[in-house]
T-cell receptor, first 114, second 116 residues
């Protein structure tokens, strides 16, 4: 059981480049989300999805795009990377049945934008 | 908007001793979940303990327990018999229970050091 898998684990980009952080889960979870973690600021929600074809913005969505074409996958796209997007990114998922309130996190992806 | 405050950026404790990490939150809602997550140097986010706001009984998981004071909006984590493996960042988090309010709001974290 792989849980939540994020790739790549590390990435260095130049300003203006684009890239996609991949996230896949094999638990048939309806809910998936992306967080960024910055020093002294905890984790902040970027985008989330409650099912295939449904996405919504979180607290810090600017500069990021998402899509949810399947239940398993929830990629995060940076169209034109900026140094302010240097961060550690976490994908997380959970089931949405009653009482299923715990997020399962991926191992994180460290992104550096030069 | 809901906010979560962890006022202790760093804490340290002697191995085998007890330590309490503080967390307060601000909400006008009555039904919600509270969590403590642990993040060791591996960066993996690991659930330590959770509490449903409607439950008066404090949650306990082995050496970890919480002191949930709903009226005071306080949710502290007590770690008993501290072990070297407890060294990590600890995050307090809050989420509403109703469908459609999916945002998990985190505090800024407390770095816990265990002194051998």
């Amino acid at each position: 059981n792989a849980g939540v898998t994020q790739t790549p684990k590390f990435q260095v980009l130049k300003t203006g480049q684009s890239m996609t952080l991949q996230c896949a889960q094999d638990m048939n979870h309806e809910y998936m989300s992306w967080y960024r973690q910055d020093p002294g600021m905890g984790l902040r929600l970027i985008h989330y999805s409650v099912g295939a074809g449904i996405t919504d913005q979180g607290e810090v969505p600017n500069g990021y795009n998402v899509s949810r074409s399947t239940t398993e996958d929830f990629p995060l796209r940076l169209l034109s990377a900026a140094p302010s997007q240097t961060s550690v990114y976490f994908c997380a998922s959970r089931a949405m049945s009653v009482g299923a309130n715990v997020l399962t996190f991926g191992a994180g992806s460290r992104l550096t934008v030069l | 908007a809901q906010t979560v405050t962890q006022s202790q950026p760093e804490m340290s404790v002697q191995e085998a001793e007890t330590v309490t990490l503080s967390c307060t939150y601000d909400t006008s809602e009555s039904d919600y979940y509270l969590f403590w997550y642990k993040q060791p140097p591996s960066r993996q986010m690991i659930l330590v303990i959770r509490q449903e706001a409607y439950k008066q009984q404090n949650a306990t998981e082995n050496r970890f327990s919480v002191n949930f004071q709903k009226a005071a909006k306080s949710f502290s984590l007590k770690i008993s018999d501290s072990q070297l493996g407890d060294a990590a960042m600890y995050f307090c988090a809050y989420r509403l229970t109703n469908f459609g309010n999916e945002k998990l709001t985190f505090g800024t974290g407390t770095r816990l050091t265990i002194i051998p």
